[in-house]
């Protein structure tokens, strides 16, 4: 008898949770109601999004609800952006932001060609909630953030930010320094809109926070990091330097299309090429000749065919190594002589030479 009591009381205990969480979810939350969400959450203390909507012909719940979460995320952002346009508190931080800005932005304009600098501001520290209308099935969202939060997010994402900085800047000098200058502008091409990053966020940080400093915006740091990356920029922006000595022939006869076609390839990559090898990079060393192979005779027209051989030596100049060694070989063959044969074998071989250098070179 005592255990059915205890059953009846557990199962009177579990209507009573699902009764309280039917009511809770058919009552709707403080920030549905317009003058109640203007209320709790004021445009001194918060910044809001709203969006409201009924979910399209055929579309998931949970679609809808994404949809509309992404809308109030968006109002949210627009209000943070309208209110780092008008503001106009801190007139001096601003202008200091906008002075390092513009003259960074001039040093890396070139450099960056091909590196996307838009930024869409994230906004740190959001929540976003939803609630969906059980007697009109509208699904609404609220996005929202305290300013005293958003300020504290801020000011952590800033830090952050340069601490990132500083690591990939460490790395790209260890790079230069040892003769990878490829890798070294691969990493510097990222960490150009992550500094371009940092200066929208303390633009943000300086609207919001009527009591920011050079320091809780980090401004010195900022500074000298954007130096850095200044002066990376400037001896990245052409690239390696390589120097090239290409001896290729066809028998007696020199064969200089070998090393145009090297530097044509190597050119896509952003590599320059020196007369002196003391000031390049990487020195490519080629030594390339012919050689007769055979006459093949079918009926009344014949074969030649041609082998031409290549020593490849790819040398890291700051190090003086030999990072490659290596004769590579290719057959090639025509029906008027050697000589046209020769020139068919260099068709393949050259190809082959620019994918070695390029391998060794990204390394």
Request: aromatic share 8%; proline share 2%.
């Amino acid at each position: 008898m005592k255990r059915i009591v205890n059953i009846y009381k557990l199962l009177l205990l579990l209507f009573f949770v699902v009764s309280v969480e039917f009511i809770l979810a058919q009552t709707p939350p403080v920030w549905y109601d317009n003058d109640l969400r203007r209320l709790e959450y004021n445009d001194d203390e918060y910044f809001t999004g709203f969006a409201e909507g009924a979910p399209m012909d055929n579309e998931r719940l949970d679609a809808a609800t994404k949809r509309m979460k992404d809308a109030a995320r968006v109002e949210a952002l627009s209000t943070i952006r309208v209110h780092v346009k008008n503001n106009t508190t801190n007139n001096a931080l601003s202008e200091t932001l906008h002075t390092m800005d513009g003259t960074f932005r001039q040093s890396s304009r070139e450099f960056q060609s091909s590196t996307s600098t838009s930024i869409d501001i994230e906004i740190p520290g959001l929540q976003i909630e939803s609630w969906q209308d059980p007697n009109t099935g509208n699904i609404a969202a609220f996005a929202y953030v305290k300013k005293s939060t958003l300020i504290r997010q801020l000011e952590k994402k800033i830090t952050v930010a340069l601490t990132k900085i500083e690591m990939s800047l460490d790395q790209v000098e260890q790079l230069i320094a040892t003769g990878q200058k490829l890798q070294a502008r691969s990493i510097a091409e990222k960490a150009v809109p992550q500094m371009n990053e940092i200066g929208e966020t303390q633009r943000v940080l300086v609207a919001v926070d009527v009591d920011a400093t050079d320091e809780t915006l980090q401004l010195a740091e900022t500074k000298m990091y954007q130096q850095r990356l200044t002066s990376i920029i400037a001896q990245l922006k052409n690239g390696l330097n390589i120097y090239i000595q290409a001896n290729a022939t066809i028998f007696t006869s020199e064969y200089s299309a070998l090393k145009s076609a090297i530097q044509g390839h190597l050119s896509k990559l952003g590599c320059s090429f020196v007369s002196n090898e003391a000031d390049s990079d990487w020195t490519i060393i080629i030594d390339a000749k012919a050689r007769e192979y055979s006459i093949v005779s079918t009926g009344s027209v014949k074969s030649y065919f041609t082998y031409v051989d290549a020593n490849i030596a790819i040398i890291k100049t700051v190090t003086a190594q030999r990072i490659y060694e290596n004769m590579i070989s290719e057959k090639g063959g025509h029906t008027h002589n050697y000589e046209q044969a020769a020139r068919d074998a260099y068709k393949y071989l050259t190809p082959k030479i620019c994918t070695i250098i390029e391998e060794q070179i990204k390394q």
